[in-house]
């Protein structure tokens, strides 16, 4: 009776630590009850799970990758350190020798994406292990995810050191061997998925609290990296960059346990990266540009993190009116009528973008941007099969969506 009584007060322990666990993306209040319905196979979990487990499965043989596996030929760069190339520079025919000419929208197949490929899915891989370790309780998954994290954070033979100083870089410039043009802090967007990953994998009971310990330490690193301070300032010129700083930063302090730097990410926000007001002569689709999607995608997903840590972001509004709703608005007038999009803005948003209007229905209680996320084709990735349990715990709490 003892021992049994014993074996129920840890059960109990757990299940509290599991409910109050500092979590990025998802709070503790949200984990607890999905993993449950998991468990109990409720209809609404049953398509992201079988979405979630097949990638899991795939994962389990594949990598581990590490930023030391491929390097750049001829750059002298320690090889921990990532290095990727500006996407939208080529060498002059005219002058081969000399500097690179930019095509604005036109990508050089041939620049060195190496180090971002493996960086993109080493994080993909720990995010789908680390979630489908805690969600259906596999403890093969959480192995794995363990090695992989492992060998892209912690073994000095193989880690990638915490910064991505040299990211970004236009080769053939002195400037850009020394460092890229701020393209480090967006490439870095990866890595929110990966501390969501292992913030489910440490609930999972099978991490060793040492390697636990360690990826933390890397992520201390990384955000002294970020802050305005370090070589990453020189990248606030650019607005997309500003806010997916502000959306690192969260989560690196969120993980690292720092909570006088998530709260400074959170300030910036309300700072100077709400959206602006549209431009004169009608509103203008913020999908029209990559880079205007990719900034309020940052948005919605700086004001999620805040919303899970108890901070609402999410009706903060300008002096002229203007609340990331007005932007959303737009957005969702463009999505009523996708003959206006090119097949490549179609794709990206597809790919990257739409769960910003499930974050934002569920922030905002917005039914309307909820089955607009629905309606909208998306990829079966495990990212938005989360997602999808978010949006699914979200309408069983008796919220509705209009279909």
Not at 133 to 152: E, H, P, S, T
Not at 156 to 175: D, F, L, N, Q, Y
Not at 293 to 308: H, I, N
Not at 313 to 333: H, Q, Y
């Amino acid at each position: 009776m003892i021992v049994r009584s014993a074996a129920i007060f840890f059960v109990a322990a757990s299940l509290a630590r599991a409910a109050d666990a500092p979590a990025t993306l998802v709070s503790g209040d949200e984990a607890g009850p999905i993993h449950s319905a998991v468990i109990r196979k409720e209809a609404w979990t049953q398509d992201p799970v079988r979405r979630l487990r097949a990638e899991a499965e795939l994962y389990l043989k594949e990598g581990p990758w590490s930023v030391t596996s491929d390097r750049p030929k001829g750059i002298d760069l320690d090889p921990h350190e990532y290095y990727s190339e500006a996407p939208y520079y080529w060498p002059d025919p005219a002058n081969p020798g000399g500097p690179l000419l930019r095509r604005t929208g036109q990508v050089n197949p041939s620049r060195f994406t190496a180090n971002r490929t493996a960086l993109d899915a080493a994080c993909d891989a720990v995010f789908t292990l680390g979630t489908a370790a805690y969600l259906l309780d596999d403890a093969r998954y959480a192995r794995r995810a363990a090695r992989i994290v492992q060998a892209w954070f912690i073994s000095p033979r193989t880690r990638m050191e915490p910064s991505m100083e040299h990211a970004g870089v236009i080769p053939g410039t002195k400037s850009g061997e020394v460092s890229g043009l701020g393209g480090g802090i967006s490439e870095g967007r990866p890595l929110i998925r990966a501390i969501q990953g292992m913030e489910f994998l440490s609930e999972s009971g099978e991490w060793d609290a040492r390697d636990a310990a360690a990826a933390r330490k890397w992520f201390e690193e990384y955000l002294r990296w970020l802050t305005p301070k370090g070589p990453a300032a020189g990248s606030r010129r650019r607005p997309d960059n500003s806010t997916w700083r502000a959306a690192l930063t969260a989560a690196a302090a969120s993980f690292a346990e720092d909570a006088a730097a998530r709260q400074t990410a959170f300030d910036a926000y309300r700072a100077r990266i709400l959206p602006r007001p549209p431009r004169a002569g009608g509103p203008t689709p913020p999908v029209q540009e990559p880079a205007l999607a990719a900034g309020l995608e940052a948005r919605a997903t700086l004001c999620r993190m805040a919303q899970v840590h108890g901070v609402d972001l999410w009706s903060l509004r300008t002096r002229s009116g203007v609340t990331i709703a007005t932007p959303i608005d737009n957005l969702e007038a463009s999505l009523a009528d996708p003959k206006q999009w090119s097949k490549e803005q179609t794709a990206a948003f597809q790919g990257h973008g739409v769960y910003l209007l499930a974050f934002a229905g569920m922030g905002l209680n917005k039914p309307e941007y909820v089955a607009l996320y629905r309606k909208w084709e998306h990829p079966e990735s495990s990212w938005l099969a989360l997602v999808d349990l978010l949006v699914g715990r979200w309408e069983a709490a008796g919220h509705q969506t209009r279909h």
